[in-house]
C-alpha cells in the first residue's frame, strides 16, 4: 500500500467511521491525480428544504461525473480462413471509433463536472440561506407587537373612559 496514502488517512485510536476513511481516501486520490475533489452538499445544513431523495441523487452525481471511458473490447472472430485479417480490420476499425467517442465522452465529463459544480453550489447555497428561519423570526416578533399594541390600546380606552367618568 502507497506510505503516502497511509499517511493520508488520519486514525485517532477511537471507532472507525467507513465514510470518514473513504472521504479521506478519495481526498487524497484526487490530489494525487491533480482532480478537483466535488464536495456534496449535506442533508445536515441548517434549512433542509430538500427531501432526502435530492440529497442521495447529488451525492450519486458527484460519484460518477466523470466515470465516461468506453474501453476497447472486441469480440474473437471465429472464421476459419480469412479469421485472423478480419479481426484486424475490425480491430482497426473499432480502435478508431473509440478513440472517437472517448473524446466525446471527455467533452461530456467536463459539461459534467460544471453541471455538477453548479448544483452543488446551488444546493448549497440554499440550504445556508435562512430566510425561512428570518421570516419565521419576524412573524413571532409581529405578533408580539400586536399583542403589545392591542393591550395598550384596550388599556389607553379603558383608562380614558375612567377619566370621563
Given at each position: 500500500m502507497d506510505s503516502e496514502l497511509l499517511e493520508a488517512v488520519k486514525?485517532?485510536?477511537g471507532p472507525v467511521d467507513i465514510e470518514v476513511v473513504m472521504e479521506q481516501i478519495r481526498d487524497y486520490l484526487a490530489k494525487k491525480h491533480g482532480e478537483t475533489r466535488v464536495r456534496p452538499p449535506t442533508e445536515t445544513s441548517a434549512s433542509r428544504i430538500f427531501g432526502h431523495e435530492i440529497y442521495d441523487e447529488l451525492f450519486q452525481a458527484?460519484?460518477?461525473?466523470d466515470k465516461t471511458y468506453v474501453a476497447p473490447y472486441l469480440t474473437p472472430a471465429k472464421l476459419p480462413v480469412?479469421?485472423?485479417?478480419?479481426?484486424?480490420?475490425?480491430?482497426q476499425f473499432h480502435g478508431l471509433v473509440v478513440f472517437y467517442v472517448n473524446r466525446a465522452a471527455e467533452t461530456q465529463a467536463r459539461f459534467n463536472t460544471s453541471v455538477v459544480h453548479?448544483?452543488?453550489g446551488i444546493v448549497s447555497g440554499i440550504d445556508a440561506d435562512q430566510t425561512s428561519e428570518r421570516v419565521e423570526r419576524l412573524e413571532k416578533r409581529v405578533a408580539e407587537l400586536?399583542?403589545?399594541?392591542k393591550a395598550l390600546s384596550s388599556g389607553q380606552i379603558s383608562a380614558g373612559k375612567q377619566e370621563n367618568a
Open positions: 486514525y485517532d485510536g458527484n460519484q460518477v461525473y480469412l479469421g485472423g485479417f478480419w479481426q484486424r480490420v475490425r480491430s453548479v448544483l452543488n400586536e399583542k403589545q399594541l
